[in-house]
């Protein structure tokens, strides 16, 4: 867990934000915020398995916040946001993995009252970071009115966090981000998604295992947008046209075929691909243009993506090599 | 059954006058299918702004404002109808995609007939074929493009190229594969036949309102000897080939040119009167017929280059499951009435 609070040079009004997981979509969060005057101020591994040792590391980050608070003569805090980007279950984990997550979650959003009403912020924002695939599943032509539906344990677990969140108390405003098929640069110690391993494996020449068909649709979405986009209402001097429910997504779909070619130009080498037969994961999820945000989302080129992934990647195996 | 959906893509240049109109029977075409048993859906349109040189970016605006299954890409320039066809086709998703024109050439209504005669014959691509008439009213303009099309396609040894059009129907795995891997320089349509060999044509009155109202079209006659090369280049891995058989030919030539020098040399020495003359044919024709070997083996690598940067497939795997099922509301589609917007322009 991360806590970010704008900096003191900074002259925007003084905002805490806790972002809880620092994986492919809270790493990219984080590095936008530190882009925009918002510094790390406290980092802590937490406990999730022990619900005791969970409630000390939360009770320690507010303790901590107020001594700030009390010794440091820091403005008033204006609003105190959580982005929940936390959780290691997927698409294939077990119904037991979702449940023991969604308790890890329970547990922070019981704690989270108390931390705002000792830090006494006039606003209190929760962003959770949803799945698009987990909840749309098998649904084509998404909009703004469709329904979500999901097949599977990842997918209930997500759909019972983003109904959890009514549990907050009145006054707490919250705001669900539901991601499409994400990928981003390449970190060691982060799950990759399809893209990302495509383009280690095919600068490593080996194979990559594809479950589902190559003319398989998803919609690809950069991890560095959504962290942006993030970015932009967790320092916006309002939330008042904070959509509590949004699609990030590009309404751009691409078939796994078109990503092979893609990665293949960029990295100027062979995909080896095997598919391997799987229901479920063979069926399109796709969206259209009017289940987009209308505000502050700008998806950028899949292509140029890529291409800038490859070309980073085969930097760090440069640099790797030299060292 | 899972209803079928269908993807429009229409690129737009000059659409000012005319896409309101095309917007309006597109509408009337979705609620027919809607209404109809067919399980069939217009599930999207996407208006593809190429470079558009009048008012037809205000004018989608106000379109996207009126139907959430309207979408509008918006290119950086001018790139030209095959290029902005497929990037319409890679935003796609619909089982179906089919393009057409901005003006009315190409009347919406008709794609029902198209899906009907593609699931009916399981085939991967419709191509609308002029009924007869005259598509554009100029002997110049539409006997040109014929010409063109009835030449490479001798050339190229593709019978499919005269029954090209941009009035199209593709199965949607194949639209976008196909466009996945064209390049500025690829002829779509060639592109569309690596992946397929499973097309069809269907016989409909398409007639060009605006060029014979107006005698205005996107194509000059620059742009259709353009169009013209970039077909052949697409498909020309045979003309390459025509190159490294010459090659060969001309080397086989200079052999036997070689043979007749010598032999004409050793006997009957006086009728060559002139000294040096054949060992100076000798090491021209020698080393002529070098040249040409080496370019034949360089063209023969150039055409296995080639093939594999423009995208060719080894294979490609299709799923035509659904075309059994679709094909019992083969007569509802063929009977379904859409009413046609009368082609006047706002």
């Known amino acids: ?323 | 059954m899972t209803h079928v959906s269908i993807s429009a893509v229409v690129p737009v240049y000059r659409g000012e006058k005319t896409l309101a109109n095309l917007f309006d029977e597109l509408v009337r075409l979705k609620a027919s299918l809607a209404a109809s048993p067919a399980p069939v859906e217009l599930m999207e349109v996407i208006f593809v702004d190429d470079g558009s040189v009048d008012q037809s970016a205000d004018v989608l605006r106000d379109l996207v404002e009126r139907a959430p299954w309207i979408h509008v890409v918006t290119l950086s320039k001018n790139f030209g109808q095959h290029p902005a066809t497929v990037a319409g086709i890679l935003h796609s998703s619909g089982d179906w995609v089919v393009s057409l024109d901005e003006d009315l050439q190409h009347r919406p209504a008709d794609i029902p007939k198209m899906l009907s005669l593609a699931v009916r014959q399981t085939a991967d691509i419709v191509y609308a074929q002029p009924a007869g008439n005259s598509v554009h009213a100029s002997r110049f303009r539409d006997g040109s493009s014929r010409l063109i099309k009835k030449i490479v396609s001798a050339i190229s040894g593709n019978p499919n190229v005269t029954r090209f059009n941009s009035f199209r129907l593709m199965r949607g795995s194949i639209a976008r594969a196909a466009a996945a891997i064209a390049s500025h320089d690829t002829y779509f349509d060639i592109a569309l036949g690596w992946f397929t060999n499973r097309i069809e044509s269907i016989s409909l009155a398409l007639t060009d309102h605006r060029f014979q109202e107006q005698k205005q079209s996107g194509y000059n006659l620059y742009r259709l000897i353009s169009h013209a090369r970039r077909l052949l280049v697409t498909s020309n891995i045979k003309s390459l080939r025509i190159g490294a058989i010459l090659g060969v030919l001309a080397a086989m030539a200079s052999l036997v040119g070689l043979l007749a020098v010598f032999v004409l040399k050793f006997v009957d020495p006086a009728a060559i009167d002139v000294r040096g003359w054949a060992s100076l044919m000798s090491v021209v024709l020698f080393v002529f017929g070098i040249l040409s070997i080496q370019s034949g083996v360089l063209i023969e690598y150039l055409s296995i280059v080639l093939l594999r940067v423009q995208g060719k497939p080894a294979y490609f795997v299709v799923d035509r499951s659904a075309d059994v099922a679709l094909a019992d509301h083969a007569e509802t589609l063929d009977t379904l009435a859409v009413e046609r917007v009368p082609v006047t322009s706002h």
């Open chain 1, 1 to 323: 867990m991360y806590v970010y609070e704008t900096s003191r040079s900074s002259d925007q009004p003084r905002q805490i934000t806790l972002l809880f997981g620092y994986g492919l979509i809270g790493s990219a969060v984080g590095r936008s915020l530190a882009c925009h005057d918002q510094q790390t101020i406290q980092s802590r591994r937490l406990q999730w398995s022990d619900p005791d040792l969970l409630e000390q590391d939360l009770e320690s980050v507010a303790t901590e916040l107020q001594r700030r608070e009390r010794h440091e003569g820091l403005p008033e805090l204006e609003r105190l946001s959580i982005v929940w980007t936390a959780g290691g279950c997927g698409f294939q984990s077990t119904t037991e993995e979702t449940e023991r997550e969604l308790i890890s979650f329970e547990r922070v959003l019981n704690a989270l009252p108390r931390l705002v009403e000792n830090l006494a912020a006039d606003h209190a924002v929760f962003h959770l970071v949803s799945s698009a695939g987990a909840l749309f599943e098998g649904q084509r032509h998404v909009t703004n009115i469709s329904q979500p539906a999901p097949h599977r344990p990842y997918g209930h677990l997500k759909w019972a966090q983003e109904q959890r969140l009514a549990r907050l108390p009145a006054g707490w405003r919250t705001a669900v981000h539901r991601v499409a098929t994400a990928y981003g640069l390449i970190t060691p110690h982060h799950r990759a998604g399809l893209i990302t391993t495509l383009v280690r494996n095919a600068l490593h020449h080996r194979t990559t295992q594809i479950y589902g068909r190559p003319t398989t649709l998803r919609d690809f979405v950069c991890v560095d947008d959504i962290g942006a986009y993030l970015t932009a209402w967790l320092t916006s001097s309002s939330v008042a046209d904070l959509p509590s429910e949004a699609v990030l997504a590009t309404a751009r779909p691409a078939a796994i075929y078109e990503i092979q070619h893609l990665v293949s130009a960029a990295v100027q080498q062979p995909v080896p691909l095997q598919y391997i037969p799987s229901r479920g994961n063979d069926q399109d999820i796709t969206f259209l243009p009017a289940a987009l945000p209308t505000k502050r989302w700008a998806p950028t080129n899949l292509q140029a993506n890529i291409l800038r992934i490859a070309t980073r990647y085969r930097e760090s195996m440069r640099y790797a090599s030299t060292t």
